[in-house]
């Protein structure tokens, strides 16, 4: 049966290789299909009924010429409604998967651009496992669909277009349905998306992260847009201690920023002169020093960056700049977590 399942679809995408080039589909079970179109961040009044063909010329055009935002085309299967977007991947997406498979169950295919191909599964809100071509499986139960993956080529190292055969037979297996030439045919229901879902505050993955449970960062994540300031402040303490940059202006950069003193000229000159000292530094001793010292340098110098973008009076731009300028800084996991979140928090709308 497997053989013939993989056949099966191996076929359907050379008949219909719309689905097999840059093409997100996303089943969900329990949601009705204004549900999943509000899933996915759709705004209803922009319904059209459109078929595929349609929706990927117009998911074609240039932004300008496209107006509304992002194409999403939504039909029933069964008992499932089924998302498909040409040229899209939200359906790829941690956020958008909570909020489609809240009542039930979603799986997503993602056959991107290149190599990017993958296959998600979430349960009752939480994604539970991600399935990537050529790489590792992820998620906090990766090998959930185990069972359900015999004699498919998920995590072999296999050709691009069988692996999306094997996706798309693990997508049947887990819904029942079979999508056909003759479904992907007919008339659906087209929404736009005039803004996509913000990314996840907590990156996916580390929702149970010790970073994510410190009480500074518990209390921003509560409401990032009341914490511009705290999310500035607290971007430029972990950028400043994790690169080991020291000097008076850091002192005093960060003596102003606890004391609450903002635009300080002297204090940005004097941190300025330190990126000045320290990439003059380097440029007389880089025959000694080597690649890694180049590395360092430009963590330091992202480091005061963000002590210089967390000293700006307006706190809505502080937070963004800051955090905008430390998430470069990957030195571990628990820099690279807080630094993310504060990123994240920093960039959410109000």
């Known amino acids: 049966m497997e053989e013939g399942q993989n056949a099966y679809y191996r076929q359907l995408l050379q008949d219909r290789p719309t689905i097999a080039e840059d093409m997100c589909v996303t089943w969900s079970q329990g949601a009705s299909l204004e549900e999943v179109a509000r899933g996915f961040g759709a705004n209803l009044a922009t319904a059209e009924p459109r078929t595929l063909d349609e929706v990927a010329e117009e998911a074609a055009l240039d932004g300008w010429e496209r107006s509304g935002g992002v194409v999403l085309l939504l039909g029933r299967l069964h008992d499932w409604v089924v998302a498909l977007e040409p040229s899209g991947w939200q359906g790829a997406r941690s956020a958008v998967l909570r909020q489609v498979s809240a009542k039930g169950r979603s799986i997503c ?19 539970l496992v991600r399935i990537p071509w050529l790489d590792n499986r992820e998620g906090p139960q ?82 990032p847009a009341g914490h511009w300031r705290e999310i500035a402040v607290l971007a430029a303490k972990t950028a400043i201690e994790a690169t080991e940059v020291k000097g008076n202006a850091i002192t005093m950069g960060l003596r102003n920023l606890n004391s609450g003193i903002f635009d300080d000229a002297d204090v940005l000159e004097g941190l300025r002169n330190l990126k000045e000292s320290l990439t003059r530094e380097y440029s007389e001793q880089v025959a000694n020093i080597g690649p890694g010292g180049l590395r360092k340098l430009n963590l330091r110098l992202s480091a005061i960056d963000t002590l210089v973008s967390a000293l700006d009076r307006d706190a809505n731009r502080a937070a963004k700049n800051a955090a905008a300028a430390a998430r470069k800084i990957w030195l571990n996991e628990e820099t690279m977590v807080r630094l993310q979140i504060l990123y994240r928090c920093a960039l959410h709308p109000a």
Not at 110 to 120: F, I
């Open 109 to 127: 295919v993602h056959c991107g651009p290149l190599s990017h191909h993958s296959l998600w599964f979430a349960l009752e809100g939480k994604p």
């Open 142 to 223: 990766p090998h959930f669909l185990q069972a359900q993956e015999v004699g498919l080529r998920l995590s072999e190292q296999t050709d691009a277009n069988d692996w999306k055969a094997s996706a798309y037979s693990l997508a049947e297996r887990v819904t029942d349905t079979r999508m056909s030439v003759d479904w992907l045919r007919q008339t659906h229901t087209r929404y736009l998306i005039p803004q996509t879902l913000p990314d996840e505050l907590i990156p996916w993955g580390y929702e149970d992260h010790p970073v994510a449970r410190e009480a500074a960062i518990a209390e921003i994540l509560t409401d």
